[in-house]
């Protein structure tokens, strides 16, 4: 095989894979067996080797990057990540929706309910629609650089569907499962536990060699926007969701757009009870409103959007084995 077809081979492996790994990682729904997915990757693989200019930073080759970082840089947020005001009872929730209501200068207000996963926030930059950065919150102007570390997250595309320059906001987090495999491995060798799967997170994250960010199955969903071309924004936020989501971005699909506190309310009952079924932990939910311009009336506080609230469940029950006996806490 000469350079070029050489050239023409790698691009459709890498396609190829990268569809494989969207299937697979972010819609949960693979149409290949691991095996076939692990033939392409190694024919990706070898032809890299015999020609290194074929192996590009957005080939799937590359997602465990090169070696340990000594620390790591600090990033300037070019939109601040802001933090959110907590409500913890339906009189808050009614409130919120009272003072959006005077706010606003409106009498019905659609709101959009999303899970609140309990991990890391974190900010990701595509420029052309390439992956070029991710960096944690930090105090919400500066964070820091764990590029290499969120790449080995399987379910965060290294190149969107579309070219396009955004920035994205979403929580990296370690599903219940992987958090169980890490701390019984953990027991086996009498290492400290880690005591909850956000802590887990955290812990892999700020990992300086990607080698052992690798080896910890994070996960993400992104729900919001930073720096952005405002033109290519859509009118409202269940609409910007349905677009990341467009882009091949992980948006988590327990969201529900409402038209009443009160059926905010109901989604919250609904999750208080449904919390333990799913694959990762929430600390609650959090209530947006859903049109960009009424978001633009109500502005912002300090640090927080007045368009936006957490509603906070109480610690979830994590059973933790201590020294192989399971306490309750
Ligand atoms: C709403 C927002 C705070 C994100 N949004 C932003 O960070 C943000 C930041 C500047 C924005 O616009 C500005 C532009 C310039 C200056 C100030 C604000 C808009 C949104 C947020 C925070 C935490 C969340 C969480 N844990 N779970 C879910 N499901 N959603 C969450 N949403």
């Given at each position: 095989m000469d350079r070029q077809e050489a050239a023409r081979r790698a691009q459709s492996l890498r396609e190829q894979i990268e569809e494989h790994n969207y299937r697979y990682f972010?819609?949960?729904?693979?149409?290949?067996?691991d095996t076939e997915y692990d033939r392409l990757m190694q024919e990706l693989i070898r032809l890299e080797e015999q020609y290194p200019e074929l192996k590009t930073p957005d080939s799937p080759t590359q997602r465990v990057g090169g070696e340990p970082l000594p620390f790591f840089e600090k990033v300037e947020h070019r939109v601040p990540m802001l933090s959110l005001g907590n409500a913890f009872n339906e009189e808050d929730l009614r409130e919120f929706d009272e003072r959006t209501k005077r706010m606003g200068g409106v009498d019905q207000v659609r709101y959009v309910c999303e899970l609140k996963i309990d991990g890391l926030a974190v900010s990701l930059r595509y420029e052309n629609g390439v992956f070029v950065q991710g960096a944690t919150r930090g105090d919400g102007q500066t964070g820091e650089d764990i590029t290499q570390n969120l790449r080995?997250?399987?379910?965060?595309?290294?190149?969107?569907?579309e070219p396009v320059t955004v920035e994205v906001r979403g929580e990296a987090f370690m599903p219940k499962r992987e958090f169980r495999r890490i701390n019984e491995e953990k027991e086996r060798r009498g290492e400290p536990l880690f005591a909850n799967p956000r802590n887990a997170a955290a812990g892999s994250l700020r990992q300086l060699d990607p080698k052992l960010a690798a080896d910890r199955a994070l996960d993400i969903f992104l729900y919001g926007v930073g720096a952005v071309d405002e033109a290519l924004l859509p009118p409202t936020h269940t609409e910007t969701l349905e677009w990341l989501s467009r882009l091949g971005l992980k948006v988590n699909p327990q969201r529900r757009t409402v038209d009443s506190i009160e059926e905010v309310m109901a989604f919250v009952e609904e999750w208080r009870e449904k919390r333990p079924e799913l694959d990762y932990e929430i600390d609650g939910i959090v209530i947006k409103v859903d049109d960009l311009a009424l978001r633009e009336r109500l502005g912002m506080t300090a640090k927080s959007p007045r368009w936006a609230i957490a509603y906070k469940f109480p610690a979830e029950e994590a059973v933790t084995i201590l020294r192989g006996i399971e306490v309750r806490v």
């Open positions: 972010v819609l949960d729904d693979p149409i290949i067996s080995t997250i399987r379910s965060l595309p290294l190149r969107l569907r």
